[in-house]
Nanobody, 115 residues
Framework: QVQLVESGGGLVQAGGSLRLSCAAS????????MGWYRQAPGNQRELVAT???????NYAHSVKGRFIISRDNAKNTVYLQMNSLEPEDTAVYYC?????????WGQGTLVTVSS
């Protein structure tokens, strides 16, 4: 069984920064794509950023240039550095990994950006 533990969410003022972490543990042989998604109240879950095993990244247009996704394959961990945060970034952020057995989701961590 694979588990994801997310951390780093919280309350920050607009213009500030936060760094999210997501560590995977359990029966993991190889992690393919890792990513972050978010869901604001009343909205559908949306992609924020993904990163492949070899480091290729993809970002939502709304966060490009402000957020940076990275991963440490030795630690089975993915990070999301969020800079220049805006109130519109307020959401529950979910970690997601793709392994041979399928897709695994984290429990979510709340990010609140005050204006």
């Amino acid at each position: 069984q694979v588990q994801l533990v997310e951390s780093g969410g919280g309350l920050v003022q607009a213009g500030g920064s936060l760094r999210l972490s997501c560590a995977a543990s359990g029966s993991i042989f190889s992690i393919y794509t890792m990513g972050w998604y978010r869901q604001a109240p009343g909205n559908q879950r949306e992609l924020v950023a993904t990163i492949t095993k070899d480091g290729s990244t993809n970002y939502a247009h709304s966060v490009k240039g402000r957020f940076i996704i990275s991963r440490d394959n030795a630690k089975n961990t993915v990070y999301l550095q969020m800079n220049s945060l805006e109130p519109e970034d307020t959401a529950v952020y979910y970690c997601n990994i793709n392994i041979l057995a399928g897709t695994v989701w984290g429990q979510g961590t709340l990010v609140t950006v005050s204006s």
